[in-house]
């Protein structure tokens, strides 16, 4: 049950259109920046391949400049 | 920010969070998610949110505290304070943590045979009134001390004033706030005659322009300085970063200027030189509202025992006082300083453009300074000259490092020579103080004792033989620490220490107190914009933990204080408060009242009819003003503000061939000054671990160290070693290391130097000669 947090770097004019992107795929929660053009974003999935399935999608959005990692923790299945 | 542990993976859901956000707060200086912040909180109809004032630095932020089954368990900025409008930093965000790390204190500790021994509450305050009071039927009054805080709440410290001033009778009585604001006191009572600034936040909306005086805002004021990025966003304002160090505040600003140390004084006095050499003068504002004086030079560092110095103003004229300046043309300053004569008068022409509206601000690199009443007064020579102070946007401002600084020690007076209204060498201050004690006038000493420095020192000699420490941790904080440190470990002394935590300074108590941390109790703080702000008690403390201001009342009424503390435990924060609003009831420092404090996120003194006073000196805001003029500088007695003479003299020790870099110490925007809350916050300490020792790549790639490697630091005080950090958060100037303080496990202050400046009597963190080696 992987939960990562990453910092999100939208092109140029771009923050709001990277937010709508990110707020559609059901396993991001999007924190944007009040003053700076970033993102914080928190994905959750059930499992590696759901999280390659993510990757896959997040690859493809193009308002998306650069995904930094943060952090990167693995809960327990029953919680 | 919000911690409710309801089950793991939401725990650790929010550790992910709180993990971007403090390494987006590190990236982009300022940065702010406040609306998401309200999304992430707990939705709970049971939810109980009250407002305090954050705890975690002196800028006051207003937050709201959420509370559920009597655990504080989220917390969010308070959009009704005007200090942060509903902003929180990566410290306020995470201030609920710090109550519930682990280790807690929540029983009394007492040393028998070398081992620590829980005790009940009851004992161990019957132990300490009774060692005062052995201590001083055998050594004297004068050998007790105590030694506070600016993180002391108003009533923490007004009742150890009262304690040890009115009823004991010794000025034995000083805070941490000396470390890190007393040269902001004096600068303001030398120039102004009265303490704290004319000015307020608000002035961050009118300035045109800012300069940063040594001041690492992105760090140490994130929620201000966003404040300014903000008004640049909006309004293209200038940013001006005049610093000894590349941080990410010189990274963020418009300008990044460059000085040698303790160079500032030649730079403030080459801009006063350009300001009148170019007809920037504010003339009649001048004629009308300021004197000139000069003082002694050649005052030494106070680095022996018992150094005493007495300034002596002398009257100038203007005349005098330019051709004083004539030394400090921007070419000869230049040649000094490592700053460029285009920039010397690139900043004096910002400051001289009568269109432009001027701030200044500055917190530890003025203040702690050899010569740091000195540097205050030239930063406001420079608004004086050009009469650009007291109105919105132009406004000197010292900022301060700590929640209480102004309201506790600056305001009640926490400090040896201080009362909360007035000092003890004078009669009519001493009477009026007495009246309200309800103590013998006769019972407040005329002569102050020992600044901190030589509170340290005198304990160390057995001048002083009992120390109660409450809220600070000067084992860790303390220049030239070892020697602090040894002394205060000697046969004959009895220490004392209140704290939430184990620290180095509970290391070496004789008795160790639970303390009450912020909500927790009532209390209040005063922020450096003078503004005062209640908090309710809101959760219970842990085990036996009591508040620093109870733990105070106990130990008077147990030695015989039982009329001067009257005050009940349920309403005995309302009963000082009011008490303390008599000592300051007048135009020029009224306190607002506690009812309206409760009910409004603070208010500013002077709380006149009403209202607070938002620019002081300023008839048109000032209610104080009376001399029918629009400006009047009434904490002098002819109503002039003073521009001083004072010139540019080295620091107390230099790099030299044995010793050839320049050692800085500060802070980091992580961890609260010596760690000993934010290290227990889980996230926050893995930001940042440990401490380091900054290089400038050139230094670095000469003595062939790389970010990590492990560097040996030599003074004349010892040695220490740190890993390396090159080209990492902060970037030294050639030939400079800076090494942050908050780690107890890699003690930079046994190796700084216990020189200060001789008439705030702050040391100086800043600067001292070191020798940098691989290790």
């Known amino acids: 049950m992987p ?20 707020s559609l795929i059901q396993q991001c929660e999007v924190m944007p920046a009040q003053n700076q053009d970033v993102l914080i974003l928190v994905t959750e999935t059930e499992n590696k391949t759901e999280e390659a399935t993510l990757k896959e999608k997040l690859d493809t959005i193009d308002s998306l400049k650069l995904l930094a990692m943060v952090s990167g923790f693995n809960t327990p299945q029953n919680n | 920010m919000y911690t ?19 390494a987006a707060a590190t990236m982009f200086p300022g940065i702010l998610f406040a609306e998401e912040q309200e999304k992430g909180i707990p939705n709970s109809a049971n939810l109980d949110w009250k407002k305090a004032p ?20 989220a917390v969010k900025g308070d959009p009704k304070s005007p200090v942060n409008k509903g902003l929180c930093c990566v410290k306020g965000y995470h201030s609920i943590m710090a109550l519930y790390g682990k280790d807690r204190l929540t029983k009394p500790l007492v040393k028998k045979n070398g081992q620590y021994v829980e005790t009940s509450m009851k004992e161990a305050l019957d132990l300490v009134a009774s060692k005062m009071q052995d201590t001083i039927k055998n050594h004297g009054k ?47 009572l030398t120039s102004f005659g009265i303490d704290e600034p004319m000015g307020c936040y608000e002035d961050i909306d009118y300035a045109d322009v800012f300069f940063l005086w040594g001041n690492n805002m992105a760090e140490m004021h994130p929620v201000l300085f966003s404040r300014l990025l903000d008004q640049r966003l909006k309004r293209g304002v200038k940013i001006i970063d005049f610093a000894t160090r590349t941080t990410r505040t010189s990274k963020a600003a418009d300008s990044s200027i460059l000085f040698q140390p303790q160079t500032d004084l030649a730079v403030a006095n080459a801009i006063c030189y350009e300001i009148i050499n170019n007809g920037w003068v504010n003339k009649s504002f001048v004629d009308k509202h300021c004197n000139f004086n000069k003082g002694l030079t050649n005052m030494g560092y106070g680095l022996e025992d018992n150094y005493k110095f007495k300034d002596k103003p002398e009257k100038i004229n203007f005349e005098a006082y330019k051709k004083f300046l004539e030394d400090y043309t921007p070419e000869k300053v230049s040649k000094i300083s490592g700053v460029s004569v285009k920039d010397i008068k690139y900043m004096a022409a910002l400051y001289g453009d009568p269109n432009k509206k001027v701030m200044s601000l500055w917190c530890m690199g003025m203040n702690q300074h050899s010569r740091g009443t000195w540097i205050n007064n030239l930063v406001y020579n420079i608004h004086l000259l050009t009469g650009k102070i007291s109105t919105p946007g132009n406004s000197p401002f010292s900022l301060t490092g700590q929640p209480s600084a102004c309201g506790t020690v600056r305001e009640v007076g926490t400090l040896t020579h201080k009362l909360p209204h007035g000092v003890v060498m004078n009669k009519k201050h001493r009477e009026f103080a007495a009246k309200i004690w309800d103590v013998p006038v006769e019972n407040i000493d005329p002569k ?21 420490i409450q809220v600070t941790n000067p084992m860790v904080t303390m220049p030239k620490l070892k020697r602090y440190r040894d002394g205060a470990k000697k046969e004959g002394r009895f220490i004392v220490v209140s704290d939430i935590y184990p620290t180095p300074t509970t290391d070496i108590a004789d008795v160790i107190l639970p303390s009450a941390m912020w909500i927790e109790r009532e209390g209040l703080f005063g922020n450096s914009e003078r503004r005062t702000q209640h908090f309710d008690q809101m959760v219970d403390p842990p085990g036996e933990a009591m508040s620093d201001t109870w733990q105070l009342v106990e130990v008077a009424k147990r030695m015989g204080y039982e009329k001067q503390f009257y005050y ?15 000592h300051h009831d007048n135009k020029k420092h009224n306190m607002a009242p506690l009812e309206v404090l409760k009910s409004q996120p603070g208010a500013m003194w002077p709380y006149v009819d009403g209202k607070s006073t938002q620019w002081r000196f300023n008839a048109k805001y000032d209610p104080a003003c009376s001399n029918g003029e629009d400006f009047h500088f009434y904490g002098k007695p002819d109503g002039k503000a003073i521009i001083w003479q004072r010139p540019y003299e080295p620091a107390a020790e230099e790099p030299d061939e044995e010793y050839p870099y320049w050692l800085n110490t500060g802070r980091v925007v992580e961890h609260w000054h010596t760690g000993s809350m934010t290290r227990r916050i889980p996230v926050l300490h893995k930001a940042m671990p440990h401490a380091y020792v900054e290089l400038h790549p ?14 040996k630091l030599t003074t004349r005080r010892g040695e220490i070693i740190l890993p390396a950090s090159i080209d990492q958060r902060g970037v030294p100037a050639p030939m400079q290391v800076f090494v942050p303080f908050f780690d107890e496990n890699l003690l930079i202050n046994d190796i700084t130097l216990d020189s200060f400046c001789p008439i705030s009597k702050e040391p100086d963190y800043k600067k001292c000669a070191v020798k940098v080696e691989k290790a």
């Open chain 2, 54 to 73: 954050c705890r975690f630095c002196g800028v006051g932020c207003g937050v709201l505290v959420g509370t559920e089954n009597g655990k504080a368990i």
């Open chain 2, 142 to 188: 004068d050998a007790v001390s105590i030694y506070g805080s600016g993180q002391w709440t108003i009533p923490d410290g007004y009742a150890a004033s009262k304690l040890f001033k009115g009823c004991i009778g010794t000025n034995n009585v000083e805070a941490n706030a000396r470390l890190c604001m007393a040269s902001a006191v004096t600068g303001f």
């Open chain 2, 568 to 582: 009940k435990e349920e309403t005995h924060i309302e009963e000082i408060y009011t008490e303390y609003r008599k």
């Open chain 2, 698 to 711: 050139n230094d670095a790639k000469r003595l062939q160290i790389k970010t990590g490697d492990k560097v």
């Open chain 2, 448 to 468: 102050p004792t020992y600044h901190t420095v030589e509170m340290f020192r005198a304990l160390d000699r057995g001048d002083i033989r009992f120390m109660w």
């Open chain 1, 3 to 22: 939960i990562k947090s990453y910092l999100a770097h939208p092109h140029t004019g771009k923050k709001d259109e990277l937010i709508k992107a990110l």
């Open chain 2, 4 to 22: 409710s542990i309801t089950n793991r993976r939401e725990f650790i859901k929010k550790m992910a969070v709180l993990s971007a956000m403090t």
